[in-house]
């Protein structure tokens, strides 16, 4: 049994205590909410670490894969991953327990209440005794001024009617003091019998709501303690993970894994005699020429050349599975294939034409390094019949392909060198505010149904590919338009697909996956309570996030899929501002609700690929790609109407403001979130009542109220006042502009959308939310 501390020290001259003790519980409520505040705040705090953890970690997963240390990663980046969940389970229990807290605080108001309707008796019992202390203390004093009058006109002799009249009104005096000395005694009794309940009732709340905020305390350092335990346990995994990954091990398993063969190389021939087939050559020159027309299909294969038919004709695999396979672009019945002819060497004067071959070859397309062995190759490409001729460009994205090259002739049967290729064909990047956009594509281009009639595009794609996937270090640009590579089968270093795109198109690909945010800003001014004086600007960002991966793709790819999207929603824009570096659009669009955009794809691979540079362990890249305005309809346009009133007096100040929730203003309405209103007050200040409880500042000499969030679910549909009385030393007041903000994710003002144009990518993301830029209100 606690001492009842409150029943023996809340009395006092005045009788304030039970004023003093009723404050006080209410106090209580302020308590449990700033605790929940508190719980709120730290399980924010983890949720951060937590995502920074686990970013961290995949991270780790993206880390070079290569040499004896790469599996130590894998130790690292669960680790991390295990230390990111511990903090998410802490997360999950601190909001358990913040709708506990929640519950609790619900529970206290409601039993706060009804204590209030049970002590207004006591409430006016004090105040009985307060006002019949005072009416006595001044009987008292009129019962003594009177005797006094009396004795004194006694004592000087006055006439005996004046003793008589004053006599009589000491006696009315006497008569009066002594009532009011029974009505306090009365009243007295009263008070001390209710005082004495109601100071116990407020001690029995205080112990209940302390121990209940011990419990809450309880639970939440239980939590944080399992949470270290729980890291203790992941820090000790940890350690016996590396203590089990040894040196030995890790050289191990990169020689088991990448080991080249334990046989050493045999002793070196000692003939200078080379046989190829059933002819025999003496000079090393003139064999390695040889081998070179008398090779078989599967050595040309392994040369990336395909095989040739009986008429010359390259032949293409139809049993392999071809990096080139596409249903929409191709005729898989009926193999491609073009002329191809070699001369042989001449059997006359073998020396001198062998050596006139090998110049030529190395002019032609200078030194191919293999290896292993190393060694050099030295070829010489010769009359080369192409049967089919290119189709002259069009209007669609094959004419924007960066590799490929301006339109040729026909050509005959003779040599084809550097100098006859005409130069390939580069889209210069439009510079900001003297851009030509490219033609606009309808969704996705598409070549015509049937064979294709042209050979090039499929050789520039080899080409291109052939150069970013084979051993070779360079080829002249006369070989592409003359050769035919068959690429490795192996696909573009994306994760998720197994094949790479289609020489002409992407329809193949697996779409990549990009994410969106919209973020919008309303400024608001609130002039009185005339809505006609409310001045509003809303305005809002569009970000594009691009996953690291997608770089590879782009960066590999000489023409990746055309970035497409439709603005929806555009009627109420009044302005926007695209990216200009990055962006195309049709100004002579007339749909006021959509806007149809395209991307420079050159000038955006550029920018991802410096992004990367800059930043490698980013595991996505943001693009800033449009900002707008939106159109504005006054106060009906802001989600939070304001009112604020003042009244300035020399000793006190009193501040009201009216806030009014508007769901007409979102498409989509939402609760405002994180909602804060700052006022200063000056005037010297040297006490503050306010109605929801705010927070003095007295250095700043600011006034902060915190709320919770305002929707149509909240009382009063979202509807409220804040009231504060300020009590001042050096008054009068002046009034300021008063301050809000608040947040709110899932929707924006504008109702602004996109919807992604064609085939190639997806959108895995589309985050919306609008927050408050400058949002003031004045008297």
């Known amino acids: ?64 894969q290569l040499g004896t240390f790469a599996p130590v990663w894998d130790v690292i ?17 601190l909001q358990e327990l913040i709708k506990d807290v ?51 006109l006694r004592k000087e002799g006055a006439t005996q009617r004046d003793v008589d009249k004053a006599g009589v009104k000491a006696k009315k005096a006497t008569e009066t003091y002594k009532g009011f000395v029974e009505k306090y005694a009365t009243a007295k009794s009263e008070f001390e019998q209710k005082m004495a309940e109601t100071a116990q009732k407020f001690q029995d709340i205080e112990e209940s709501h302390i121990i209940h905020m011990k419990d809450i305390i309880q639970s939440y350092t239980q939590s944080v303690d399992e949470t270290h335990v729980q890291i203790g346990e992941v820090r000790i995994e940890f350690e016996r993970n590396m203590e089990n990954t040894s040196v030995e091990g890790l050289i191990q398993k990169l020689s088991d894994s ?34 070179l027309v008398c090779m078989t299909g599967e050595a040309l294969q392994w040369l990336n050349v395909p095989t040739v038919d009986e008429d010359g004709f390259c032949i293409r695999p139809e049993d392999q599975n071809s990096f080139y396979s596409s249903s929409d672009s191709e005729d898989e019945d009926e193999p491609r294939k073009f002329r191809v002819e070699i001369k042989p060497v001449a059997p006359n004067n073998r ?14 397309i200078g030194n191919i390094s293999l290896s292993p062995p190393t060694s050099v ?20 994205l094959l004419s924007l392909d960066p590799f490929g090259p301006a339109p040729t002739q026909r050509g005959s049967s003779s040599s084809v060198s550097s100098s006859t290729v005409p130069a390939l064909a580069r889209p210069t990047t439009p510079q900001t505010g003297a851009m030509v956009a490219p033609p606009r594509p309808s969704s996705r281009p598409k070549l015509p149904t049937g064979k294709l009639t042209g050979i090039n595009e499929i050789v520039i794609w080899s080409y291109s590919l052939f150069l970013s996937t084979c051993p070779f270090p360079s080829l002249p640009p006369s070989l592409s338009t003359s050769l035919h590579f068959s690429p490795p089968l192996h696909s573009l270093p994306l994760s998720g697909t197994s094949r790479g795109p289609s020489p002409v198109t992407l329809a193949s690909q697996d779409a990549l996956p990009i994410a969106v945010a919209f973020t919008e800003s309303v400024n608001a001014y609130f002039k009185g309570a005339d809505p006609a004086k409310c ?39 009044e302005q926007i501002l695209p990216n200009q570096t990055l962006l195309f659009s049709d100004p002579s669009q007339s749909d006021a609700h959509t806007k149809d955009f395209w991307f420079n794809m050159q000038a955006l691979t550029s920018y991802l690929r410096k992004a990367s540079e800059q930043n490698p362990a980013a595991s996505y890249y943001n693009v800033d790609i449009l900002k707008y305005q939106v159109s504005s309809k006054g106060i009906a346009s802001t989600p939070l109407n304001l009112a604020v009133y003042w009244k300035c007096d020399p000793a006190t100040t009193d501040l009201r403001l009216d806030y009014h929730y508007n769901p007409e203003s979102m498409l989509c309405p939402g609760p405002l979130s ?39 679910k909240s009382d009063n549909e979202g509807s409220g006042s804040l009231r504060a009385k300020f009590e001042l030393s050096d008054g009068p007041s002046t009034p300021t502009t008063l301050a809000v903000q608040f947040m709110s994710e899932g929707s924006t003002l504008s109702g602004v959308d996109i919807e992604l144009l064609g085939t190639g990518y997806r959108l895995s993301l589309n985050k919306k939310r609008f927050a408050t830029g400058r949002y003031m209100a004045d008297c």
């Open 102 to 152: 929640q519950k609790y605080v619900d529970d206290q108001a409601k039993a706060h209440k009804k204590t209030k309707e049970e002590v207004a008796s006591t409430l006016e019992s004090v105040q009985t005794i307060q006002t019949t202390g005072v009416a006595l203390q001044k009987s008292k004093e009129n019962y003594n001024a009177k005797t006094v009058e009396q004795e004194r």
């Open 77 to 93: 980046k669960t680790s991390t991953e295990k230390l990111a969940s511990c903090h998410l389970e802490l997360v999950r229990k």
């Open 258 to 291: 990448k080991g080249t063969g334990k046989e050493r190389p045999g002793k070196i021939p000692h003939t200078h005699r080379h046989t190829c087939h059933d002819r025999q050559i003496t000079s090393t020159d003139q064999c390695i020429t040889h081998m």
């Open 351 to 364: 020396t001198q034409q062998s050596r006139a071959t090998i110049d030529q070859l190395k002019a032609s």
């Open 1 to 64: 049994m606690i001492t009842p501390y409150f029943l023996q020290n809340f009395w006092g001259e005045k009788n304030n205590g039970f004023d003093v003790l009723y404050h006080n519980m209410k106090h209580g409520q302020i308590s449990s909410k700033e605790l929940t505040e508190f719980i709120r705040e730290r399980a924010t705090i983890e949720e951060v670490y937590a995502r920074s953890m686990t970013k961290l970690a995949k991270s780790a997963g993206n880390f070079s």
């Open 535 to 573: 001045i509003v600007k809303i305005t809002g960002d569009m970000t594009l996030s691009f996953p690291m991966g997608i770089i590879k793709v782009f960066t590999s790819n000489p023409s990746p899929a055309m970035l497409t999207f439709k603005l929806k929603n555009t009627s109420k824009l």
């Open 377 to 396: 190759l030295q070829l010489r490409t010769t009359s080369f019949d192409r049967n089919l001729s290119r189709p002259a460009l069009n209007n669609d």
């Open 674 to 712: 994180n909602v804060q209103v700052l006022v200063h007050v000056d005037g010297g200040v040297t006490n503050m009542q306010s109605l929801p409880n705010a927070i003095w500042n007295s250095e700043l000499n600011k006034s902060l109220w915190k709320l919770n969030d305002i929707s149509e």
